[in-house]
């Protein structure tokens, strides 16, 4: 079976965002490919985060990853810092990226201007990223809009590896969603819906109760020409909207806008429509928190096959090296 793997990192609550663009993919793909999914809390350190915090949060990601419907007699689901060959990979990789193109990550650029004391880790987070993937031998990525740069490096430093030691790594797909592969802030629909940016009203929660739902898809910022087409450079706001109805009906966004005449009506079903397409995620969720071992259990199960995987692969890439066995 084709595999599949992908990361989420630990610092913050499940977004909307999230779950259209990253997770209802990782869904899917675990039916028909071996899937494995990853907390990754190392990232998470490259920003300033509280240890209690992190932790909790750590910890949360896995139960939220059970709860969008992951299912871990199909899949396998750990803590990145739970398999040691993550940062030993990262070693080796860097020492063949160049500081040049790590330079050019508009990850990079965005989070560290402005910031006088820029953390290394920062810096080389998407080399740890590519070590995360090219541990498992891995033929898809499914990730957001957002992500596609840092895969493409993965893809980089996974040819420019084979070509100087030998071939010891699978060169990885992106798989973004068509439709909903950036989710914008329903306040400010010109940025992406996001953890990092406190927006409440604009950030719609994987487990937001029904009545929060409503009142921030009402609430959504539009425009005031109140004409329906999906037109994203000029009506954002409105694209938004459709693009998220898209979603939950199947429809293109085109064929969305057709069906309706008034931004309200639109905005009510579509509020019906995300309350139903998230009521399961909150029903596992209620579920799963009131057995918390259960989920450690995953962990635990989870990282010993990944590590297993995980380490034939680096020493693959340690002898490919030159590192004596
Ligand atoms: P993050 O929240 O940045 O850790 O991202 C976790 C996953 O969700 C990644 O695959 C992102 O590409 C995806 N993602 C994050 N925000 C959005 C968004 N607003 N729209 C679509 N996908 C997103
Ligand atoms: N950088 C990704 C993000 O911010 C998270 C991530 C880390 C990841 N390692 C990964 C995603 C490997 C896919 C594959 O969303």
Redesign the pocket.
């Given at each position: 079976m084709p595999r599949v793997f992908?990361g989420?990192?630990p610092s913050g609550d499940f977004h909307l965002?999230?779950y259209?663009?990253?997770f209802r993919q990782w869904v899917a793909h675990q039916e028909d490919h071996d899937a494995l999914y990853c907390v990754v809390d190392l990232h998470a350190l490259t920003e300033e985060i509280d240890p209690e915090y992190l932790r909790r949060k750590t910890f949360e990601a896995a139960l939220n990853l059970l709860a969008v419907g992951l299912d871990p007699a199909v899949c396998t689901i750990f803590v990145q810092s739970h398999v040691p060959e993550h940062p030993r990979l990262t070693w080796l990789l860097e020492c063949s990226a160049s500081m040049g193109e790590l330079r050019r990550m508009t990850q990079f650029k965005a989070k560290g201007s402005g910031q006088e004391a820029v953390r290394v880790g920062l810096f080389t987070y998407p080399v740890l990223m590519a070590a995360d993937i090219l541990l498992y031998d891995t033929d898809l990525v499914p990730?957001?809009?957002?992500?596609r740069q840092h895969l493409e490096l993965a893809r980089e430093l996974a040819q420019r590896f084979n070509h100087r030691y030998g071939a010891t790594f699978s060169v990885p797909q992106a798989a973004t969603p068509g439709v909903?592969?950036?989710?914008m802030d329903l306040q400010h629909p010109e940025r992406?819906?996001?953890?990092s940016v406190d927006s409440p009203l604009g950030t719609v929660d994987v487990l937001d109760d029904p009545a929060d739902i409503a009142r921030k898809v009402k609430k959504a910022v539009t425009d005031t020409d109140a004409q329906m087409r999906y037109d994203p450079g000029a009506k954002p706001g409105l694209a938004n909207l459709l693009e998220l109805m898209a979603v939950v009906t199947g429809k293109g966004p085109d064929e969305v806008a057709s069906g309706y005449t008034r931004y309200g009506d639109l905005k009510a079903d579509l509020a019906d429509g995300l309350v139903e397409l998230l009521r399961p995620v909150r029903e596992r969720h209620r579920t799963l928190s009131a057995e918390p071992e259960s989920v450690h259990e995953v962990l635990r199960t989870g990282a010993a096959r990944a590590h297993e995987i995980a380490s034939a692969t680096y020493a693959r890439a340690a002898r490919a090296m030159g590192l004596l066995a």
């Open positions: 992908s989420v990192k965002g999230n259209i663009g990253a990730v957001g809009e957002d992500q909903g592969a950036r989710v992406k819906m996001s953890k």
